[in-house]
């Protein structure tokens, strides 16, 4: 079974599934962070374990991407993948994807020193398609695959936060 089939099997397997049982599609995601030493933060998820750091010019020990390569990442990741599965959905034939995500920031706020955001000022992302079908077809799928993209919509729209804070005492006997 090639990939594309392969793909559209288990898009289409999943689909029903969560279709016919929506508990199934349902859950909360957990990843937990913790600071190793300075800033190096060991982040694991599953069987996934990373590591995100700042730079050494940032003081951190650059032993690991800062957060913000990782925030790109699972933008430009979601979307990358969400286009090869509504490509195989559609039957749109595919030799290569390519998201480039572009977020224009301004260190000042970061730094409490001017009132403009801490975050990102503007997030662009230019998507790269080598396909032999129609633009039209590729133009739709994209449409699709954005209309449903998960981070898409974590960077588009603001989502509900919520903060809990425990406090571990430390105190020296």
């Not at 090639?2 to 999943?14: G, H, L, P, V």
Request: aromatic residues 8%; charged residues 30%.
């Amino acid at each position: 079974m090639n990939d594309e089939s392969r793909i559209r099997t288990a898009f289409q397997r999943n689909r029903k599934a969560v279709s016919l049982r929506p508990a199934v599609g349902q859950g909360t995601a957990v990843t937990r962070v913790s600071v190793r030493e300075g800033m190096t933060c060991e982040i694991e998820d599953g069987p996934w374990k990373l590591t995100a750091d700042y730079s050494e010019k940032q003081g951190g020990r650059g032993r690991g991407p800062d957060p913000g390569v990782f925030g790109r990442s699972a933008l430009g990741s979601c979307l990358a993948i969400g286009y090869v599965l509504w490509a195989a959905e559609r039957g749109v034939p595919v030799d290569g994807i390519t998201v480039e995500v572009q977020a224009d920031y301004d260190a000042r706020g970061h730094y409490g020193l001017a009132d403009v955001p801490c975050g990102y000022g503007a997030v662009r992302y230019t998507v790269t398609v080598e396909s032999a079908a129609p633009e039209e077809d590729v133009e739709r799928m994209i449409e699709e695959a954005d209309r449903y993209s998960s981070y898409l919509e974590v960077f588009r729209d603001p989502q509900k936060l919520e903060r809990t804070i425990k406090l571990v005492s430390t105190e020296v006997r």
